[in-house]
């Protein structure tokens, strides 16, 4: 009785406590984090206020948030090289404390609560910037408080590196930072905190929110915000988020031609990525539609060199857009002929040449290759009209990241080699009157074909036409894009990630069935040994039970008084069992914290 005992109760306790530590290390791990709100990219720090805003009819409803910055890299330790990868870096508001209202999730003495907030901010005798540690990696790095280590990761880029103007090289895709190990934190709340289900003890490191900011270059920008929502479930947040999203939230930037007449004026709509996304290219075209503006396609890219007449051009911006009617004419009159380009007045001149239509123009130009490599291609084109200087739209040309600002062409700073010994005199003075206007027009048809990619075929959308105030046609666009978008096609993902990690937790393995499985044969030795002498114990005292019935007692008597003595041994059996399942319970966490740990992934599991 008291084996059997043992081992049902140990195994269900060893099952329950698995749960319940899990449970435990997943509220902890969380905090008061409900819900969080992350994307691909960054967006407003202000939404993250905004998305609580209580509603007048939904006021009884405790809304907080915390916008960060989460990013993974690596820490090293200078001196002695210690290094560890996957590191959870986050950028925290200097209020956090007020978020984050559990107790353990400080270090401090609660009467020093407030205190820890101010180890994110560097001193006046500090060389470096602060960092806060968990002391999970605070123990592999093997620092402590007044060390100095150093944190690596991937700096957020617009422009992914399968575009021609994507950072490629090591050193422009990884930020290196020398900071100051300020506080180390027990691994308890915010010290355990992660966005990933895990058992295991996360590596994290806290930096100043606006610090990081300035470090990534993305002033009042997060790309998380955490949720502490106890009443709305994901819809009414969803429908929070698609109310205040903006226009700047999805990377879109608005440009106003300032024309000198209302037939001129026209407002360009860009992305901050260069490439205009193709569903919300397409939400953008259907709701100008719809708003009864007119809209043109643009897509711009960067050539090295406009080959005609022998000579050459180097390094010129090329638009791809929907051509005149005429000379979409003059093109297809002709069968079997290049496809139509126009030359602005500056470039055919530089080329010498002298027919308006008819020479073949032949552009070069880079193009990534499924491994990130730039492999250079070539095109063929027939001139069929020169477009005049004062005509040609400057503003066809996005803002080029490392090309806008810079004062020469000299001076450029892009991601693929320019060979400078090609750039003339002439060249630096279009540079100077005309700056990245272009030097040719292609049709929207033949530049897709040569240049899309899987982020896009299009790099603006102009807006012409306009006969109301620019602020009502970015309103009415903005409202009619989000309209016909859902935020999960805009990038943003509203997790629920306290159900999300309490499902986790309970694991995949149910470990009382397991060890009942385990110790099944035990259990059934123990039932029959029991049933076995129990009827042993019968035939024994036989000769008792003969003596009972001829002083008078009943069969039925008898049987009751068998059975209470078989009870008795049970109950003291299952008292005795109880205290070995302890035990037993006991060794069998021990183990899992230690030999078999491989099977929960953490030690910390409690009884």
Known sequence: VSVATAVLTGALLVGDSVRGSLRHLTL??????????????????????????????????????????????????????????????????????????????????????????????????????????????????????????VLSFERPTNIHREFILGRREYEDLVQSLRLTVTQVITDQGIGRFGLQSSQHFPANAYLDLEFLQQVVDREKQVNTVLLSVPGPDSTDLVARLKQRLRFSDLGLVFRHNNGQSSRNEHLIVESRDFLLPPDLASALQSAATALDLQWQPIFTYLANRITANGQHIPYSTITAMDLDAHAIASHTDQANLPSPILLNRWAFNDLGLTQTSGPEVTIQFFVPDAEENLQTKTARFRLVDVIEMNTIDQQLTPKLPGVQTAGNMSDWDVPFPVDYSQIRSADEQYWDLYRTTPKALISLQAGQE????????????????????????????????????????????????????????????????????????????????????????????????????????????????????????????????LIIAVGYASLMMYGLRTWWIGAVGTTALTL
């Open 28 to 149: 902890d791990r969380l905090g008061p984090v409900d819900y969080t709100l992350t994307t691909t990219g960054f967006f407003r720090q202000s939404l993250a206020d905004e998305i609580v805003e209580p509603e007048a009819t939904r006021t009884d409803l405790p809304l907080e948030s915390m916008p960060i910055i989460s990013l993974t890299g690596t820490a090293i330790q200078p001196q002695t090289k210690a290094r560890r990868s996957k590191v959870n870096i986050y950028g925290l508001p200097t209020d956090f404390g007020q978020f984050w209202q559990t107790p353990s999730a400080f270090p401090l003495d609660p009467d020093q609560r407030e205190a820890s907030t101010d180890h994110l901010q560097k001193t006046g005798n500090q060389l470096f910037p602060s960092v806060m540690l968990n002391r999970t990696l605070q123990q592999e790095l093997q620092v402590e408080v007044g060390d100095t280590i």
């Open 450 to 577: 040569l240049w899309a990619n899987r982020f896009g075929n299009l790099t603006a959308l102009r807006i012409s036409g306009l006969d109301r105030s620019i602020r009502q046609i970015q309103e009415g666009l903005e409202q009619a894009v989000l309209d016909r978008l859902t935020p999960q096609q805009l990038g943003f993902q509203v997790q629920n990630v306290r159900s999300a990690g309490l499902s986790a937790s309970k694991g995949s393995t149910d470990f009382s069935g397991l060890f009942i499985g385990l110790n099944l044969f035990l259990i059934i030795s123990a039932i029959l040994m029991i049933g076995l002498l129990f009827r042993l114990g019968v035939e024994i005292r036989l000769n008792e039970v003969g003596l009972l019935r001829a002083t008078g007692f009943s069969v039925k008597q008898v049987q009751i008084r068998l059975s209470l003595e078989g009870l008795i041994l049970s109950v003291v059996g299952t008292l005795l069992g």
